[in-house]
């Protein structure tokens, strides 16, 4: 299995309503979008030059529908997909415990490149051009090969987050800072950088009472060295915080901060838990918070302070999380998800609109990513990774503002086409690079077969 090659004179969008997400978040209904190699050549507004119609290898009649540029999923679990409906009715530390721990020791390369396909054609169908997985299993050592292969084979850009825990977690799971050096250069030596950067790796410490002091220097350090980041699970529950604050007598990112590492190098995700001063100290290290508004409201995990987070101007990502506490990897439900949990939790139908959650999705996301520059909006020079949605659709039409559309209306079906670096991976809603059916009946057979052996009822059916 290979990503498709790029159409040769490109591809032209034209007709849709062009959802830009620049600066001025310029929409263009109707407008047009051309793609060259994997770039961006130009974006306009009414019908395509016929010069530029006349050279393109492929034209996608953008009638009835948006373009928009793709989203990031900027924290998830992809293993977690062979998880999905395990843990429902608890809270964060018993689905640790009781759910994730006895059967994620049981996964190999093969489960794990599997899951994460599922789990990557997911996120390709929901509007995610980029992933961020916290790939915190290595129960075997190849896992994070095997994670890898399938985001090159799938053609989807993506960031590993290494992730670690050296203490107060289970052993089996659990890794010296040495180790995790070791063990993410090798995986970077390999895969970072790959195909024009399409793939990534950094590192990704757990959670804060699973990391020593001595473990978060050593690999925040060496991360640095990299050029890359590091993502952390942060102040996800109060019990997490309480948990930090009697041990080490400070709370989350008091702690990333009086380590020395707190930085704009930092994606923070959740960060439900957040006091003044805390909020006061990601927005002067300029730090990312990634938001996960769905896996929240499923742990019963707390809101976070979102409106206090932009009026400090703090870059503020989305995400999924993992299907293991979602269940699904749903960008269109987790940006309808961002506005109404604000509006209901402040009693405000003005906190946020739909603009809003589509420039956290996008342009958010593609800071968390490390792209900012070259994702996140629909503009000339940037990386061709774009979503068309059908606006069509009883659930959809008719359409009198398409942001609005986009976020309260749309779901996965309405996406027809997805690109990511110039190649067009969904193709009138049908994956272009492998049989989605043979790949769920693998998957199924796997995820069968690592909960027998964990010993986990498991009642999946056909």
Same mark, same amino acid.
């Given at each position: 299995m290979t990503p498709p090659s790029r159409p040769a004179g490109g591809v032209l969008v034209d007709g849709a309503a062009v959802v830009t997400v620049d600066d001025e978040f310029t929409v263009h209904d109707p407008g047009w979008v051309h793609v060259v190699d994997d770039r961006i050549e130009a974006v306009g507004s009414g019908p395509a030059p016929a010069e530029v119609r006349a050279r393109v290898g492929r034209v996608i009649d953008g009638t009835g529908r948006a373009v928009m540029p793709g989203m990031t999923n900027a924290h998830t679990h992809l293993f977690q997909t062979f998880f999905r409906g395990l843990a429902d009715d608890k809270p964060l530390l018993d689905?640790?415990?009781?759910?994730?721990?006895?059967?994620?020791?049981?996964?190999?390369?093969?489960?794990?490149?599997?899951?994460?396909?599922?789990?990557?054609?997911?996120?390709?169908?929901?509007?995610?051009?980029?992933?961020?997985?916290?790939?915190?299993?290595?129960i075997d050592e190849t896992i994070d090969d095997g994670v890898c292969t399938a985001a090159d084979e799938l053609g989807i850009r993506f960031l590993l987050a290494r992730g670690w825990a050296d203490r107060n977690y289970e052993p089996s799971l659990s890794e010296s800072a040495d180790t995790v050096i070791e063990r993410t250069r090798r995986v970077r030596d390999r895969w970072h950088g790959h195909d024009d950067d399409r793939i990534r790796v950094e590192l990704a410490p757990l959670i804060p009472w699973g990391c020593s002091d001595d473990a978060m220097r050593a690999t925040v350090a060496e991360a640095r060295t990299w050029g890359a980041g590091t993502h952390i699970?942060?102040?996800?529950?109060?019990?997490?915080?309480?948990?930090?604050?009697?041990?080490?007598? &400070?709370? *989350?990112?008091? /702690? %990333?901060?009086?380590?020395? =590492?707190?930085?704009?190098?930092?994606? &923070?995700? *959740?960060?439900? /838990? %957040?006091?003044?001063?805390? =909020?006061?100290?990601?927005?002067?290290?300029?730090?990312?918070?990634?938001?996960?508004?769905?896996?929240?409201?499923?742990?019963?995990?707390?809101?976070?302070?979102?409106?206090?987070?932009r009026a400090r101007g703090i870059t503020v990502a989305l995400?999924?999380?993992?299907?293991?506490?979602?269940?699904?990897?749903?960008?269109?439900?987790?940006?309808?998800?961002?506005?109404l949990l604000q509006k209901v939790h402040h009693l405000d139908a003005m906190a946020l609109q739909p603009e809003d959650s589509l420039t956290m999705a996008c342009r958010g996301g593609a800071r968390a990513f490390g792209t900012p520059q070259l994702t996140g909006s629909l503009e000339a020079g940037r990386k061709a990774d774009l979503v068309i949605v059908d606006l069509g659709s009883v659930f959809v039409a008719p359409v009198h503002r398409v942001p609005s559309a986009l976020v309260f209306n749309a779901t996965p079906a309405d996406v027809t086409h997805v690109i990511v670096d110039g190649r067009i991976l969904i193709d009138e809603r049908e994956v272009v690079m492998l049989d989605e059916a043979a790949l769920l009946a693998d998957a199924?057979?796997?995820?069968?077969?690592?909960?027998?052996?964990?010993?986990v009822e498991s009642r999946l059916t056909r």
């Open positions: 689905w640790l415990r009781d759910c994730i721990w006895p059967g994620a020791v049981h996964l190999d390369r093969e489960s794990a490149r599997l899951a994460a396909t599922v789990g990557l054609v997911e996120n390709l169908r929901t509007g995610a051009t980029s992933v961020m997985d916290h790939q915190y299993v290595h699970h942060c102040a996800e529950t109060a019990t997490e915080v309480d948990m930090s604050v009697d041990e080490r007598g &400070l709370r *989350h990112v008091e /702690w %990333l901060e009086q380590l020395g =590492l707190l930085g704009p190098d930092f994606q &923070l995700a *959740h960060s439900v /838990w %957040l006091d003044d001063a805390e =909020l006061d100290l990601i927005a002067r290290r300029d730090a990312t918070v990634v938001h996960c508004p769905v896996s929240n409201m499923y742990l019963a995990s707390g809101v976070p302070r979102i409106l206090d987070m995400a999924s999380d993992g299907p293991g506490s979602n269940n699904r990897q749903d960008m269109f439900e987790v940006l309808k998800a961002t506005v199924e057979v796997s995820a069968r077969d690592v909960f027998r052996r964990a010993g």
